[in-house]
C-alpha cells in the first residue's frame, strides 16, 4: 500500500482556471516537500515544511501556495494556471529534515491547455 | 550556491557490462549525496546515499563512494541487468537545513540484450 497518497494521479485544467493537488503521507514523518518534474528542469525543488511550518520556499511565483492543515497532510494550490506549469508534481516526506532521504509519492501530472 | 552536475545524459549499455555514471557537486556545506532511481511513469526512489568521506556504500548490486577531495561520487554497477534500465539522478541536500535536495539532470541508462 503506498504509504504517500497523492490525489489526483491525472489533472488536465485550462489555462488560467485553479486546482489543488493533495497530499497525504502515513509514515508519521515531520518533514514533507514538493518537488516538480518537467522536460526541462527534470527535478526541481518547490517547498519544504517542518512540523507544518514552512522551512524553505524556492517557487519564484505566489501563484504555488502550499497548504498545511493538518501534520500529515500538505496540499498544493495553483492558482492562473499556465501551459508551462505542465509537469508531474511530487510530494515527498522525511522523518526530519536534518538527515532522512525523502521518499517520494507517486505523483500528479498536471497538464494545462 | 549548491550545485550537482551529472555530466551524461544517455548511456547505452549491453547487458553485463559495467557501468558508471558521474555525478560531481558544489557545496560549501557539509555535503550528504543521494543516488535516486526513477522508473518510466514511477516515482523516485532511493538507491544510496552517504555523508562520509571516502567509504563505500552500496545497494542493490550498486555502489558509489563520496571523495570530499574531488567532490564527487559517481554511481557503480559492476554487471548491468536488463531491469536497470531507467533515469538516475544524483541529488545534493542544500545549504541551510531545510531538508532541500539539489537534483542533477539526471542520467538515463538503457540496457540492451
Known amino acids: 500500500d503506498p504509504k504517500i497518497i497523492q490525489k489526483p494521479k491525472y489533472l488536465v485544467a485550462v489555462t488560467g482556471s485553479e486546482k489543488i493537488l493533495i497530499c497525504e503521507q502515513y509514515?508519521?514523518?515531520?518533514?514533507m516537500y514538493w518537488y516538480r518534474q518537467s522536460a526541462k528542469k527534470p527535478l526541481e525543488f518547490m517547498f519544504s515544511y517542518s512540523y507544518q511550518k514552512l522551512m524553505d520556499n524556492q517557487t519564484a511565483s505566489s501563484r504555488f501556495q502550499p497548504q498545511s492543515s493538518k501534520k500529515n497532510h500538505l496540499d498544493l494550490q495553483i492558482t492562473a494556471l499556465k501551459p508551462d506549469d505542465s509537469a508531474t508534481y511530487f510530494c515527498?516526506?522525511?522523518?526530519?529534515?536534518?538527515?532522512?532521504?525523502?521518499?517520494f509519492g507517486e505523483g500528479t501530472r498536471l497538464s494545462v491547455l | 550556491g549548491d550545485s550537482v552536475t551529472q555530466t551524461e545524459g544517455l548511456v547505452t549499455l549491453t547487458k553485463g557490462l559495467p557501468v558508471m555514471l558521474n555525478c560531481t557537486y558544489q557545496t560549501t556545506y557539509s555535503p550528504f549525496l543521494f543516488w535516486y532511481v526513477q522508473h518510466l511513469n514511477e516515482a523516485p526512489k532511493l538507491l544510496l546515499k552517504s555523508s562520509t568521506d571516502n567509504k563505500r556504500t552500496e545497494h542493490q548490486g550498486f555502489y558509489a563512494t563520496l571523495h570530499k577531495s574531488s567532490s564527487s561520487f559517481h554511481l557503480q554497477k559492476s554487471s548491468v541487468q536488463l531491469s536497470d534500465s531507467a533515469l538516475y539522478f544524483c541529488a545534493l541536500r542544500g545549504t541551510g537545513n531545510t531538508g532541500k535536495l539539489i537534483f542533477g539532470l539526471g542520467t538515463t541508462l538503457q540496457v540492451q540484450p
Open positions: 509514515l508519521g514523518h515531520n518533514a
Open positions: 515527498a516526506s522525511s522523518q526530519d529534515r536534518h538527515s532522512q532521504a525523502p521518499l
